[in-house]
């Protein structure tokens, strides 16, 4: 693992929304980091079989060194974490932390910020509103939630936004129209985006459409790895073969035979851990490799891709 | 032991700047191998070397430090926008100056105090008889822009870069004693435009690999690397706005001067993340020593020889030693009798 790990300690869980719970983490040594608008941490689990590390959006204040707050949906296809925070973590345990890293940091350059959340996907935001509102920046925030099951904060946010709060429920058939948040958006606007895939590859495709730049679009979503067939991954400089199952990503399967490979997100965006591929066909599934990359095949993200052939021999 | 404070000498006009015995010892020489060779040579910065050396703390202060404020107030007084920081990077500033305090009241707490109460916040140097009381984060309650009030009281220079679209901007910086470049025209630059006049390194991708490497780096987890050229006399401002004042100087060394004409400069160079405003702090922190002053260790004096022997053209060219470097072969091969 890159970076020191913290260790801290569960303060309060509240149940957010049914599947949605909220963990405050408090240092149990030294003071926490003051941290960026929209910096994650990954979060260690010691499971009975295996350690989970998942990388969660950080949601408080970013100034607040006393604690870090945290949500954790249970995922209907958990491969363990979500069900492991929601069913094992309780008031007083331990958990270790890295430190905050950003891959999803507010344009401070932009003359206005649009913040599109899909679900819990509003996490990151959480940790934008207090910096944005300090800076007096100008901003607006639309939050697509399914009812109560996933509109976890908005109340709170209605309130606290007032007239820069947008909320779409899908149960009630409530929908935001992006494109034409696109077509008023004033000059130099950026647009952020969490949520699910299909949220941001509409997103994506729809800026296209209406001619907003790439660079003004951002965003982040936390694929967590999903399982795939069983393949084998050989070590070329060492002959180590380390058997990957259906349910663990390469980049746990490496970890747990005791071969450092360095990452950060854990989600196919930070390009760390990126490895070289001797041999073998690859199933790209991240978000770092430029299309000309993955067709090359010489190059694989361990953390979320696969293999699709037997064996994939790499390079760390 | 390390090196206390001394008097103030100049690196200009006179020319009175020294080292002692001691600064010699714990000069950060640049040169790991035989053959100088281009390479991303980073490493952690932690503490190295034991007590005194320029690695033990994470910002070094050493027996130059009254005559490199005094240099740079001299440059800021003729020069002001040798320092400059773009709107978007206050947040920045403050976390280089929460970075810069905490760090110095905690390794030098003879000379630098801070006291916290929430965000009022007590600062007292004593090497300079400063001690100003400012709210933490309100720019309007120190006595001048945060990033000059921090840089007036550190040597080296420094530039905050701000992280975004994967790159890194150079928006922000106080650069009084540049290796011939300027902040003015480089301010906004990315990193790759910044680097753009260094030869040979972009076609072996060192630029790629170091940016990846760069971005990802993490709070807590700072970096550093030596960088090194040369200088004729002990000038710290070789920018190229006083171009006209010591571009000229290279036309002064002699077979009889070198030794004391030429000095070696070494930046030790430190990246570490900003850890509210995800910006990186860029410090460079330069060290002057003569040459005949590298000749007193033996060693430093056979390995100079050597890699000035092996230096390519295209880099003798970049860092300006084109009208000297022989001379400073011939110097340092008396040292080297064996190459």
Same mark, same amino acid.
């Given at each position: ?17 049914? +599947? ?29 079989? $295996? ?75 959480? +940790? ?5 509102? &300090? ?18 904060? $908005? ?11 947008? %909320? ?26 969490? %949520? ?5 590859? %509409? ?6 459409? @209406? ?91 361990? @953390? ?5 052939? $037997? ?6 | ?175 009084? @004693? ?30 790629? &690999? ?50 004391? $004409? ?20 860029? +410090? ?21 020889? &050597? ?33």
């Amino acid at each position: 693992m890159s970076g020191d790990q913290i260790t801290v300690v569960v303060s309060a869980i509240e149940q957010v929304a049914p +599947s949605i719970r909220e963990f405050t983490l408090t240092s149990k040594d030294a003071t926490l980091y003051p941290f960026s608008p929209g910096s994650h941490v990954v979060v260690e689990m010691q499971g009975e079989s $295996k350690t989970y590390k998942n990388a969660y959006s950080l949601m408080s204040d970013p100034w607040d060194t006393d604690a870090y707050k945290i949500a954790v949906r249970l995922q209907d296809s958990s491969r363990g974490g979500s069900i492991y925070m929601h069913e094992q973590v309780e008031v007083g345990d331990e958990l270790k932390i890295t430190p905050p890293a950003n891959m999803f940091a507010p344009e401070w350059g932009a003359k206005k910020h649009v913040l599109i959340a899909g679900g819990v996907g509003i996490t990151p935001f959480m +940790s934008y509103l207090p910096e944005l509102m &300090r800076r007096d920046a100008d901003f607006e925030l639309h939050y697509l939630y399914r009812g109560n099951n996933t509109g976890a904060y $908005k109340a709170e946010l209605a309130q606290e936004l007032g007239a820069r709060y947008f %909320g779409y429920d899908s149960v009630q058939g409530e929908k935001c129209d992006i494109a034409t948040l696109f077509a008023e958006r004033l000059l130099g606007t950026h647009f952020y985006i969490c %949520g699910p895939e299909s949220l941001i590859e %509409g997103v994506k495709s729809l800026a296209d459409e @209406c001619g907003v730049p790439a660079s003004a679009i951002h965003y982040e979503e936390f694929a967590a790895p999903q399982p795939g067939m069983p393949f084998e991954v050989e070590i070329k400089s060492t002959g180590v073969v380390v058997p990957v199952g259906a349910e663990e990503s390469m980049l746990e399967a490496l970890e747990a035979a005791e071969i450092e490979v360095p990452n950060l997100c854990r989600g196919g965006v930070c390009g760390q851990c990126v490895c070289q591929v001797e041999e073998g066909e690859i199933e790209h599934r991240d978000h770092f490799l430029s299309g000309a990359e993955k067709a090359a095949g010489t190059a694989v993200m361990p @953390c979320v891709s696969r293999a699709k052939s $037997k064996r994939l021999v790499i390079e760390i | 032991m390390r090196v206390a404070p001394k008097e103030i000498q100049t690196f200009r006009d006179d020319f009175t700047y020294t080292n002692s015995p001691e600064a010699i010892q714990r000069f950060p020489f640049p040169f790991p191998e035989d053959d100088y060779r281009y390479s991303v040579n980073m490493e952690p910065h932690t503490p190295k070397g034991g007590e005194g050396s320029a690695y033990e703390k994470f910002l070094d202060i050493d027996e130059h430090y009254l005559s490199e404020m005094k240099e740079r107030s001299l440059v800021l007084k003729d020069m002001p926008h040798r320092c400059l920081a773009m709107e978007h990077m206050d947040l920045a500033c403050w976390d280089m100056i929460e970075r810069c305090m905490v760090s110095l009241a905690e390794d030098y707490p003879e000379h630098f105090v801070l006291e916290c109460d929430g965000d009022n916040w007590t600062w007292e140097n004593k090497l300079l008889d400063i001690k100003d009381t400012f709210v933490f984060g309100d720019s309007s309650t120190l006595p001048m822009p945060p990033m000059e009030y921090m840089g007036r009281q550190l040597q080296g220079d420094f530039a905050l870069l701000d992280q975004r679209e994967g790159d890194l901007f150079l928006d922000a910086g106080i650069i009084t @004693c540049p290796a011939d470049w300027s902040l003015a025209f480089d301010a906004g630059m990315s990193f790759s435009e910044w680097h753009g006049p260094v030869p040979m390194a972009h076609s072996e991708g060192i630029f790629e &690999r170091a940016l990846k490497y760069l971005t990802a780096i993490q709070v807590g987890k700072p970096v550093r690397r030596l960088n090194w050229t040369m200088t004729i006399n002990a000038r710290m401002d070789t920018s190229p706005e006083t171009y006209h004042e010591w571009g000229h100087e290279r036309t002064s060394v002699t077979p009889e001067n070198v030794g004391e $004409k030429v000095y070696l400069r070494v930046e030790l160079q430190v990246l570490d993340r900003m850890p509210r405003s995800n910006a990186m702090m860029f +410090s460079i922190r330069t060290y002057l020593m003569s040459l005949e002053d590298i000749v007193s260790n033996p060693e430093w004096a056979k390995r100079m020889h &050597r890699v000035m022997k092996t230096l390519p053209a295209p880099l003798i060219d970049y860092k300006g030693l084109t009208r000297y470097h022989g001379m400073v072969v011939d110097y340092l091969s008396q040292f080297d009798k064996a190459n």
